[in-house]
């Protein structure tokens, strides 16, 4: 297990093998995408592209750049990269380094395998991963919603969201799901683009206070977030990244 750990570890070869499982299980076996038909579902999600739904949208565009659109989707998403962006401080924290392999982790939303190995070659033990999206077509993905989370009550020590709540029409619900499947006192780890494509448009949220308020009731310790006061104008895209202590 070890050795197979410090293999994926080399980025080209995670990248293959995860290239290569996902050509078996959708080409070849011929294994269709598997989605959440729920129709609550369907009210807590945002429209996005032509009026799709999230589901809709996140599946197919699975199918359209998962060759064509190397640079933007191919690497970030078969090899889990943005969720570092998270995990990375995350795993920094001395009481996660030192019981990485016995924390249970829940990563929302991950698309694609990428995201679970890439935690495996950080530290997780397999068996204590889980993941949950919308769609999937691995059997390590479970298909379900967000907004109604089919996990026991604080069960996880940490819970990964990496840019899923900006496609939420309930954040509270979101919030709420995310907070009762979490232990007291563990850990949740968010992320969200803040877009604005052009000068006109409105940012989802003023500034990362607005973001963080969101959270104030739940928060016990902050061990890592960004500062609006960061992003100058020049920026078409803040991101913002919150890492928490959670009470109940």
């Known amino acids: 297990m070890e050795f197979r750990r410090s293999l994926l570890k080399i980025w080209p070869i995670r990248l293959f093998y995860v290239l290569l499982r996902y050509i078996i299980l959708t080409k070849l076996k011929k294994t269709r995408f598997k989605l959440e038909k729920n129709d609550k579902s369907n009210k807590n999600l945002i429209l996005v592209g032509n009026n799709e739904t999230t589901i809709k949208y996140n599946s197919n565009f699975l ?142 949220y003023e500034n990362f206070d607005e973001f963080l308020s969101l959270f104030t009731d739940y928060i016990e310790r902050i061990y890592f977030r960004t500062f609006s006061e960061d992003f100058d104008e020049s920026f078409q895209k803040e991101e913002y990244y919150l890492i928490f202590k959670l009470k109940k």
């Open 63 to 204: 199918n359209w750049n998962i060759f064509s659109n190397f640079r933007n989707f191919f690497l970030p998403d078969l090899l889990g990269l943005k969720c570092n962006r998270l995990i990375n401080p995350l795993i920094e924290q001395p009481f996660i380094f030192k019981n990485i392999n016995k924390l249970k982790i829940l990563a929302v939303g991950p698309r694609t395998e990428g995201e679970i190995y890439n935690l495996y070659t950080k530290g997780f033990s397999w068996k204590n991963i889980y993941s949950i999206d919308l769609f999937s077509y691995s059997k390590k993905i479970d298909i379900g919603d967000v907004h109604d989370l089919p996990y026991p009550e604080n069960f996880f020590d940490i819970i990964l969201s990496s840019y899923n709540l900006t496609y939420s029409n309930n954040k509270k619900l979101f919030i709420k799901n995310l907070v009762k499947s979490c232990k007291n006192g563990g850990i949740i780890a968010i992320s969200v683009g803040n877009h604005k494509k052009t000068s006109n448009q409105k940012k989802f």
